[in-house]
């Protein structure tokens, strides 16, 4: 054997045994270093050979046949046997786009880097135990246990007055949902800049949907506002069972509408004064409208209203239903597209894409869930803790002291004082800040009406709130 074969050998043995080191934590300058390797030789080794086949050399007896076999598979198994083989085939098999040569399959040792982004490959980020929730700075500082208190206050003067069981107290919002969706995650050639998806539109119009659940995890067959003139039966083509609709120039939720709402209601729950029950609502104007309220005093329905920019603690749909659903119509947007290839997505082919999304989202476990996280059912007064009400304690009464020990607390603020916000401005148009009331309560009515006598001596109501004429929830 000539000199250059022995040396070519030994070359080829450093090679796998630097190999070895990476496999094993060694850093690839390092490994270079030791084994008198070029750094650009052995990364080049390194990727051609990512699934060598080593032996435990004699001259290492640290490395033990068990490491061996680790450095084979690139990690210890996580999975039993068969499941870890299919990951394993899942993560290192790729296939090619069809091109001149069609579709085959390359592993990793034939192609090297694979050129795709597998969606089956472990997370390098540490996992958290939760997520950054991004606040309105209304919701921030109107969500405070004063608000709260006396929302819980009007929700047990209810319950004590009139018993309601479970299956009585319902949430009634509205949520609006457009043509176009957010697409899903794509996969593409690493390196790719710009990667796109196909949507309907940049913007398309909306249709409200209107829901009713109760504490029961039953839910009212969803109600449709279009975008139209005039409206047909067949907008509700493919719809929920049981769906109904009407139409206003924009879309959006009305007091007119709302009315119309309130009767779709009241058909589906079969309410009445003998048979009473409680609808919780935001505190928008259009679901305060004198003929709303008229309307639900005379068929038994006990209106709550939640305080302003508190619905994404206080109400069951926001907490738990409506996040899940918008998932969902992302998700069957993006399917639907796909079946249908070169066709844009119109309004009517909502009512049937919706109709999968409830089954998916507002479903029993959910809807319950967010009536407990909520503290309506079971009642909760004290479900909230003073980090919930910490973000408004730039206003309000400091809670920080309740959240941080003392001796902890008076060295943060020797390093970082906590700002104080100066009190809020009075709006233009000079209205009285919104809270939460009982709508349907004599006393609350007479606070909202004032009664003139005009020059025949016949009285005349006038309605403090102003009517609003558009609402997208």
Not at 264 to 284: G, W
Not at 291 to 312: K, Q, V, Y
Not at 361 to 380: H, L
Not at 394 to 412: A, F, N, Q
């Amino acid at each position: 054997m000539s000199n250059a074969a022995v040396k070519r050998g030994e070359r080829e043995q450093a090679i796998k045994l630097a190999i070895i080191a990476i496999k094993f934590g060694k850093s690839l300058r390092a490994a270079a270093g030791e084994y008198g390797i070029p750094r650009t030789t052995l990364l080049r080794h390194k990727r051609l050979n990512a699934g060598l086949m080593v032996q435990a050399d004699p001259l290492h007896p640290t490395i033990s046949m068990e490491d061996v076999q680790i450095c084979k598979r690139g990690r210890p198994p996580l999975f039993p046997e068969e499941p870890e083989r299919r990951h394993s085939c899942a993560c290192t098999t790729i296939r090619e786009p069809a091109g001149d040569s069609g579709s085959r399959e390359l592993d990793r040792e034939r192609k090297g880097r694979p050129y795709l982004v597998s969606e089956l490959s472990a997370p390098k980020a540490e996992p958290v135990d939760a997520f950054t929730r991004v606040d309105q700075h209304s919701q921030s500082l109107c969500f405070n246990p004063t608000n709260v208190g006396k929302f819980f206050d009007l929700l047990r003067t209810v319950a004590e007055n009139i018993t309601f069981e479970p299956n009585s107290i319902w949430n009634l919002d509205e949520t609006g949902v457009t043509t176009v969706h957010k697409p899903q995650r794509v996969a593409s050639r690493r390196g790719v800049k710009r990667v796109g998806r196909v949507t309907s539109a940049d913007r398309g119009p909306l249709v409200t949907m209107v829901l009713a659940v109760s504490a029961t995890g039953n839910k009212m067959p969803p109600f449709f506002v279009f975008p139209r003139k005039r409206f047909h039966p067949h907008f509700l083509d493919g719809g929920p069972t049981g769906c109904a609709g009407a139409v206003s120039n924009t879309g959006w939720m009305n007091a007119d509408i709302y009315l119309d709402v309130l009767r779709h209601f009241k058909a589906f729950t079969r309410v009445s004064k003998e048979n009473p029950l409680l609808l919780i609502v935001d505190n928008h104007g259009s679901h305060r409208s004198l003929p709303a309220i008229e309307f639900c005093r005379d068929n038994g329905i006990h209106l709550l209203t939640i305080p302003p920019h508190c619905s994404h603690r206080l109400q069951p749909l926001d907490v738990s239903v409506f996040s899940p659903f918008k998932h969902a119509m992302n998700v069957l947007c993006d399917e639907w597209t796909y079946r249908h290839p070169g066709k844009p997505m119109s309004i009517f082919d909502l009512p049937a894409i919706i109709d999968s999304a409830l089954e998916r989202s507002a479903t029993e476990r959910n809807i319950k869930a967010g009536f407990r996280a909520s503290g309506i059912w079971p009642f909760n007064p004290d479900v909230f803790t003073a980090l919930d009400y910490a973000p408004s304690s730039v206003t309000g009464p400091s809670l920080v002291d309740e959240i941080i020990p003392g001796s902890l607390l008076d060295t943060l603020c020797r390093i970082r004082p906590i700002p104080r916000a100066p009190p809020r401005a009075t709006g233009r148009r000079g209205r009285k800040p919104g809270r939460a009331a009982i709508l349907t309560d004599p006393a609350e009515i007479a606070l909202m009406c004032t009664t003139k006598t005009n020059d025949s001596g016949d009285k005349e109501t006038t309605w403090k709130i102003p009517q609003i004429t558009g609402c997208s929830g």
